[in-house]
């Protein structure tokens, strides 16, 4: 198995992947790393919640903690991103990554905030840029930006990208690059124009895929109990507990107040239960994954920011007592399971209302999530003959109709 420590990477680097919990890297890190350490120009295919955005940020940082080869104004780095949301959240990964580099400095230039404020940090010294097309474009029409120094060209979402009709845009922001950067594109597919971009602005690009069986978790039995309200739920999952063979679970559930609350009637209930939410502090936290993986807990109730990060092999279930907001949480949820092959067992518990969103991760993951019922247990509103109907990513329309 590969371990962060045989990637390349600067020792603060590891620091930072230690106190981010992060134990070892996702198939797209452990393939792309070390290729970029060594500078070939990739492409990968790979879906957000694979650890994708570290496979490229990783080795990007460990560049930049090199001397600057000349004296010269301007990013070092370039991430390019369809839309702001992904801008801050690349920020956010680069900040936590870096936090034991010293002067590593980022601005990150996108659509819908003020100019000035961006005009301001562009006029310091940084070294890594993160953008949307845009807004760049703006900023190098007004020449407040100069690209000549760009080491590494990170094309992110390369598929959204040209989606969102932003291909001359890239094409433009790529002439203004020097031929001698790095250019790293990251993608959910390979094929059509984003290929053609790819042969027009990248040099002899290695080509790395991830197994679709660990990028659409099909490792993962995904199940879904249809609820009607808190105690229908409660009574579920205490069965499941009883009756299902869980060596060790996470519970989600979307409030803070209600982890604790959760956590504690398991634990009273004689289970090996412990919370982890985002007010704990570190060391809290460490705490409880450290008694996780010793075995002295078996079931951990949990918020979505409180388990982004975590990795320990030995989940055998997931379950979302509360849906997550959107797509994206569930993936990342679930992935929390299945890891490194094994295989994994997903429960989510769906209300009334979370119809739209359970047929958006279908959509999403392509795959069907079948509804399951435990006798004595069933809800009480059902869908029409629910089994019988085809998988059109759509059958649940007849259960949403019901109520
Ligand atoms: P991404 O696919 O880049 O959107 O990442 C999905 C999530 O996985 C993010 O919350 C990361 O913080 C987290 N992550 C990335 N790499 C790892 C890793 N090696 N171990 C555990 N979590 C990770």
Not at 28 to 45: E, W, Y
Not at 159 to 185: C, H, K, N, W, Y
Not at 347 to 355: E, V
């Amino acid at each position: 198995m590969t371990s962060f420590d045989s990637l390349g990477l600067h020792p603060s680097l590891l620091k930072a992947l230690q106190s981010a919990d992060y134990t070892e890297p996702t198939p797209i890190q452990s393939k792309a790393i070390p290729k970029i350490v060594r500078g070939f120009d990739i492409r990968a295919s790979a879906q957000t919640g694979t650890g994708k955005t570290a496979a490229f940020l990783l080795p990007l940082l460990n560049r930049l903690t090199y001397p600057r080869p000349q004296a010269s104004r301007g990013p070092r780095a370039l991430i390019l991103v369809p839309t702001r949301e992904l801008a801050m959240q690349v920020a956010h990964q680069a900040e936590k990554y870096s936090r034991f580099l010293n002067r590593i400095k980022t601005v990150c230039v996108v659509g819908g905030v003020p100019y000035p404020a961006q005009q301001r940090q562009l006029s310091r010294p940084y070294d890594l840029l993160i953008a949307t097309p845009g807004r760049l474009i703006d900023f190098l029409d007004r020449k407040k930006i100069n690209l000549s120094h760009v080491e590494v060209f990170v094309l992110d979402e390369a598929d959204r990208m040209l989606d969102m009709g932003f291909v001359e845009p890239v094409e433009r922001i790529a002439s203004a690059l020097p031929t001698s950067r790095q250019t790293l594109l990251f993608s959910a597919t390979l094929a059509g124009s984003v290929q053609q971009l790819s042969e027009r602005i990248m040099n002899k690009p290695m080509d790395i895929k991830i197994h679709s069986d660990q990028a659409k978790h099909e490792n993962i039995t995904q199940k879904l109990h249809l609820v009607d309200n808190l105690g229908h739920k409660n009574r579920i999952l205490e069965h499941i507990l009883q009756e299902e063979q869980i060596e060790y679970a996470i519970i989600f559930t979307s409030t803070k107040r209600h982890v604790e609350q959760l956590a504690g009637e398991l634990y009273e209930k004689g289970h090996s239960a412990a919370p982890l939410h985002g007010d704990m502090n570190q060391r809290q936290r460490s705490r409880t994954l450290a008694q996780l993986r010793s075995g002295k807990i078996k079931i951990l109730v949990a918020t979505d920011v409180a388990a982004r990060g975590i990795d320990v092999q030995l989940i055998t279930h997931v379950i979302n007592f509360d849906m997550p907001n959107n797509t994206e949480d569930y993936v990342h949820r679930i992935g929390r399971t299945g890891r490194a092959g094994a295989q994994g067992t997903a429960l989510s518990f769906a209300a009334h209302r979370d119809t739209f969103l359970v047929k958006k991760i279908e959509q999403f993951t392509g795959q069907q999530i079948n509804v399951v019922e435990i006798a004595g247990l069933e809800p009480r509103a059902k869908p029409n003959h629910p089994k019988k109907r085809p998988f059109r990513g759509g059958y649940r329309k007849s259960y949403a109709g019901r109520r």
